[in-house]
């Protein structure tokens, strides 16, 4: 079967920094992205990869491994916003999304 | 930009009666639409996928009779909920993807589906 694990719930300190791990294990492989998500809103787009290694965007790094089947998503100088949760999905070889169920982080000041 | 807007954003409605959700690309031809379920603390569910022109692709255990999914332009695809219940109560978020765009899906911001 197809599966994503991701950490339910992590918290971190303003102006820290953390790292939101995810395994995966899918019928082929097409990508990963990251998403970030607010209660009661729709998933926005934080990143995508598809090579091994790591991508920098701003506060958001990602990485990944497809030799382990692992990513993480690394968001530093956290601020207050951040608090959300991060989705993880990877494309399976029908270039469906499968999805992680989220990592809720909460930012304490 | 890639812009998905759905409507309504919420809805509450009878038990039984049947509720429609649109959902559409504002600036951009979407060849493919999805829609999927959240339910509490749950992970999206992807419930079928659209292409336009032509019938859904409904997810094992989706029942195609009760979800109508209607694919009709490159910037429209609407989800009915027919004789909905309670426990068709979600959150109900469309994505799209761009012509030409094999990987990123765009979000529309979801519809609260609360029936009583």
């Known amino acids: 079967g197809q599966n994503i694990d991701q950490p339910t719930e992590m918290t971190a300190t303003e102006g820290a920094i953390v790292q939101i791990n995810c395994t995966y294990q899918t019928s082929g492989f097409n990508g990963l992205f990251w998403y970030q998500q607010h209660a009661g809103e729709a998933p926005t787009f934080l990143s995508y990869?598809?090579l091994d290694g790591l991508e920098e965007k701003g506060r958001f790094s990602s990485f990944l491994s497809r030799s382990k089947g692992y990513s993480y998503l690394l968001l530093k100088e956290l601020q207050m916003k951040d608090s959300a949760s991060y989705l993880c999905a990877v494309q399976d070889s029908n270039y469906q999304l499968i999805w992680g169920a989220g990592t809720k982080l909460i930012i304490k000041p | 930009g890639a812009v998905v807007s759905q409507h309504p954003s919420r809805v509450i409605c009878k038990s039984g009666t049947s509720v429609k959700i649109e959902c559409r690309s504002l600036?951009?031809?979407?060849?493919?639409m999805f829609w999927y379920r959240q339910f509490p603390k749950q992970s999206l569910m992807l419930m079928a996928t659209s292409n336009e022109g032509s019938k859904a692709t409904y997810e094992q255990g989706v029942e195609k009779d009760k979800f109508l999914i209607n694919h009709a332009s490159l910037t429209l695809s609407t989800l009915t909920v027919t004789s909905a219940h309670p426990e068709d109560s979600s959150f109900y978020i469309c994505s799209a993807k761009k012509r030409g765009d094999v990987d990123e899906q765009f979000f529309g911001p979801g519809t609260r589906l609360t029936v009583l």
């Open positions: 990869n598809v």
């Open positions: 600036d951009f031809q979407a060849t493919t």
